[in-house]
């Protein structure tokens, strides 16, 4: 598709993966719409990058998403791309019962059902447009679990599933549906817990998916995994089983906490 001249939203665009896209699209000739819950994250971002546009948004919350996608569709009428970026990521263990999991944020509503639920109120817009596309950013760690992390894993997978289904569905409109499969990447997606575990290895940089998505939606490739995410995808394609044993292996003193996959998910 032409990566010039869109109008481009992006969920969770103050930082990170959107922050990083943000700047390649508005570069390449693009009007580009940020949103995300930290009014002050996004005003950094917006002083960064003369020309973007703001919304504070928590698309964690039903009211939130249809208020943006009012705002946005009334604002810019010519909006034609969608990306699906927004994501938190938890560890989560289930031997403690509960606690973890009602101990924080809701990853299921925010991971999963916000982008279903924006794809369903966006989808009649851009079907009025002349070409348009959604972009669902997800992860190697939906092709192979990382166990510590179970919620976020089950999410991306389903938005796997959820994004071969909807290609198909749209396949005679003029909306692209595309996947973008990154590894690792040095974001403050997990909240310091890498830190926590003792991660070495901090990923990719944002930028580097940046470039890998753009190029991805110039070239039509719906469906692309960078860097070591590849190994998880082809890994859950040949030997599954083998690759989830091998990146949740224990650490010489039994502990629990995985000593390979962090390189790759």
Not at 169 to 196: N, S, W, Y
Request: charged content about 25%.
């Amino acid at each position: 598709m032409i990566i010039s001249g869109n109008t481009v939203l992006i969920t969770g665009g103050a930082t990170g993966i959107g922050l990083a896209l943000a700047e390649v699209l508005l570069k390449a000739g693009n009007e580009v719409v940020i949103c995300g819950r930290r009014e002050k994250k996004l005003r950094d971002a917006e002083e960064r990058l003369p020309g973007l546009h703001i919304r504070m948004c928590d698309i964690a919350n039903a009211k939130d998403r249809t208020a943006l996608f009012d705002w946005a569709t009334t604002t810019f009428s010519e909006l034609n791309i969608l990306v699906n970026n927004a994501g938190i990521q938890r560890q989560i263990d289930f031997n403690k019962g509960t606690s973890d999991l009602l101990n924080g944020e809701n990853e299921i509503e925010t991971n999963l059902h916000a982008p279903v639920h924006l794809c369903a109120l966006f989808i009649p817009h851009l079907r009025k447009q002349r070409h348009g596309a959604i972009v669902n950013i997800t992860s190697g760690l939906g092709f192979v679990p990382l166990a510590i992390v179970p919620l976020y894993c089950a999410t991306k997978s389903a938005m796997h599933s959820f994004t071969m289904s909807l290609r198909h569905q749209l396949r005679k409109t003029p909306i692209k549906v595309f996947e973008i499969v990154p590894p690792t990447v040095d974001t403050e997606l997990d909240k310091g817990a890498r830190e926590a575990r003792g991660q070495k290895d901090r990923g990719i940089k944002a930028e580097e998916v940046a470039e890998a998505t753009i190029q991805a939606l110039g070239n039509d490739e719906y469906e692309t995994a960078i860097g070591r995410a590849q190994n998880l995808r082809m890994g859950a394609r040949n030997d599954p089983e083998r690759v989830f044993q091998m990146i949740n292996q224990e650490d010489s003193k039994g502990s629990s906490q995985p000593i390979k996959a962090l390189s790759y998910g």
